[in-house]
């Protein structure tokens, strides 16, 4: 069964975590191990991740040099995607030698008039008290909203048209390779007047590139691995309850907060509604039995 797994942010740096090197390392062992158990159960396996906190650091240090030597955010994008795939390849390789891996930058075009650019909303970088996050959007430009307890710079999000590199992740796929892309959502680019590709200043969310990815790639299942062990209805309250098998008609990301579980299942959804197969949501620990239908939660046609 070919399988895109979607790693979280948590699979590479846990909320309050300092961000280290030594830390993001010890967490993609960790998420590593995950997948090497999916690719003992037969399953071939595309890989892509999350990038927020990583991306956002990296801005920070492009904002300390001078205005003329700061990167814009696509480049900036590229740099976290080639780093955090060469960690997954290269801790998924020491568990299976056996197999090949490779990992791929990979250009998501993105429409131009896509009314997120006017309205940024996607979180980057570390968390902040509310004053200082204020403060630094005056001195930089930022546009900041509440995270949580704590507030983070916020960023255009438009959604994902096409995938570029398909056809080349595709092709490994059909060798035997795993693959490691669309890192952080991927690089996000519009097509100018004469067809070339130029990068825009924006970070693509990572599921719904993801669930792109999968459809385009014709995969059989879209598994989006997180920190929660399912999708609960009254999350955070005495009632909640979590959800195991839905109908992808009987959900809507509207109900959910598009902070946190929304992308997720409207990422979910569409990859059901277009494919008529799964999609799952579930803990990165419980990856093997999520596909098996035993955790997490799972949507169905």
């Known amino acids: 069964m070919l399988i895109v797994a979607a790693l979280g942010g948590n699979a590479l740096l846990r909320r309050g975590e300092p961000m280290t090197a030594e830390n993001q390392r010890s967490n993609v062992k960790r998420a590593a191990s995950v997948l090497a158990a999916l690719i003992g159960e037969g399953h071939s396996l595309v890989v892509t991740h999350g990038n927020g906190p990583q991306v956002g650091l990296l801005a920070l240090q492009s904002a300390a040099a001078s205005k003329e030597g700061a990167f814009p955010l696509d480049v900036l994008g590229a740099e976290s995607a080639g780093m955090i795939g060469y960690m997954i390849e290269q ?44 403060s630094l959007a005056g001195e930089r430009g930022w546009a900041v909203a509440p995270d949580g307890d704590k507030w983070r710079r916020v960023v255009p ?12 992740i595709s092709y490994l796929v059909e060798h035997d390779v795993v693959v490691i ?42 598994l989006m691995l997180t920190d929660v062990d399912a999708v ?25 907060p598009a902070g946190s579980m929304g992308p997720k299942i409207g990422a979910a959804i569409e990859f059901v509604r277009a494919t008529g197969k799964p999609s799952a949501i579930g803990r990165l620990e419980d990856a093997v039995e999520i596909v098996k239908g035993r955790r997490g939660t799972r949507f169905e046609a």
């Open 91 to 134: 801790e998924l390789a020491n568990l299976a030698s056996q197999r090949l891996f490779a990992t791929l930058l990979t250009q998501v075009k993105v429409d131009p008039r896509d009314p997120a650019f006017a309205h940024p909303t996607k979180p980057i970088g570390p968390v902040y008290d509310e004053a200082t996050a204020r």
């Open 157 to 168: 999000s438009p959604r994902p048209v096409e995938i570029l590199e398909v056809s080349v």
């Open 181 to 222: 892309c669309t890192g952080g959502g991927g690089v996000p680019v519009v097509a100018r007047d004469d067809g070339s590709m130029i990068g825009v200043e924006a970070v693509i969310d990572k599921d719904l590139a993801s669930s792109l990815l999968a459809r385009q790639l014709k995969a059989d299942m879209l």
């Open 232 to 256: 609960y209805i009254g999350y955070g309250t005495p009632d909640a309850r979590a959800l195991r098998r839905v109908g992808a008609t009987e959900m809507s990301e509207r109900d959910f």
